[in-house]
């Protein structure tokens, strides 16, 4: 598939991509809908690439833990070809027909949902968190291992301290935190997906986070089970 400028359609795509982009943002809200002492399910996403044929292919898994216990109580995934080219600072419409489709295949609802990547903390800040809730109608959370410079703005590194922070802010407006979940580990960054405040989703984080790893439970879970499944599909294909 070819990529970037060197698809045919990319300034069709470009266009359309940030019309979208821009009507979806009105309807952001950083602020809790939902009731923080009812939440029970947590959901990770992630997904993992591969190219077959001059093809793009992706899997998608979704992990999802109980929110007090942290055991997993369901894993679901699903692959299929990617047709969407990569644009730097879209990568949501590229990714969002698959995620839509693995998500239909739950059977447990979640109440929250995590992303490996930015929400609020995106150049019109419309990162996958933000504009997957629009489609999942979910509070969602975004949660990075690297940091998205907007502005040329540079983060603030936290204190070499368990659950220390920094806020990103940009213009005035917090675009998200980077934290350092615990003493010696390099920090994440998260920003708010949608219908949701920062201090609740670094709360919810946190939660979410032991001292096997800096990444939340959900999220790590679904990395590891992504990169087991393309190897599985990735044999598949070879053997075609």
Same mark, same amino acid.
């Given at each position: !598939? ?7 359609? *990319? ?8 019309? /979208? ?8 809200? @950083? ?13 990770? &996403? ?21 929110? /007090? ?21 879209? @990568? ?15 059977? +447990?609802?979640?109440?929250?949902? !995590? ?10 800040? !419309? ?26 703005? /540079? *983060? ?39 219908? +949701?405040? +920062? ?24 990395? &590891?089970?992504?990169?087991? !499944? ?9 053997? @075609?």
């Amino acid at each position: !598939m070819k990529k970037d400028g060197q698809n045919p359609n *990319y300034c069709e795509y470009l266009a359309n991509f940030e019309k /979208e982009q821009n009507k979806l943002k009105k309807g952001i809200k @950083l602020e809790n809908g939902f009731d923080k002492n009812k939440i029970k399910f947590i959901s990770g &996403i992630d997904l993992a690439y591969w190219e077959n044929n001059n093809e793009t292919y992706a899997v998608c898994c979704i992990v999802t833990i109980d929110y /007090e216990s942290h055991q997993i109580v369901e894993t679901k995934y699903l692959s299929g070809e990617i047709t969407v080219p990569y644009i730097a600072g879209y @990568l949501s419409f590229r990714e969002l027909p698959l995620i839509l489709e693995t998500y239909k295949l739950l059977e +447990i609802e979640p109440d929250i949902i !995590m992303f490996d990547g930015n929400g609020f903390l995106h150049y019109r800040n !419309m990162g996958i968190a933000t504009h997957a809730s629009f489609y999942l109608h979910k509070p969602t959370i975004g949660v990075a291992k690297s940091y998205l410079k907007i502005e040329n703005v /540079e *983060y603030h590194m936290p204190l070499d301290e368990d659950r220390a922070f920094t806020d990103i802010i940009i213009h005035s407006t917090v675009y998200g935190r980077t934290l350092r979940p615990h003493k010696g580990v390099k920090p994440i960054f998260i920003s708010c997906g949608n219908w +949701i405040d +920062i201090d609740t989703a670094t709360d919810i984080v946190l939660n979410c986070i032991n001292q096997e790893s800096r990444q939340p439970i959900p999220i790590r879970l679904a990395d &590891i089970e992504t990169r087991k !499944m393309r190897e599985v599909f990735m044999r598949e294909h070879k053997s @075609l």
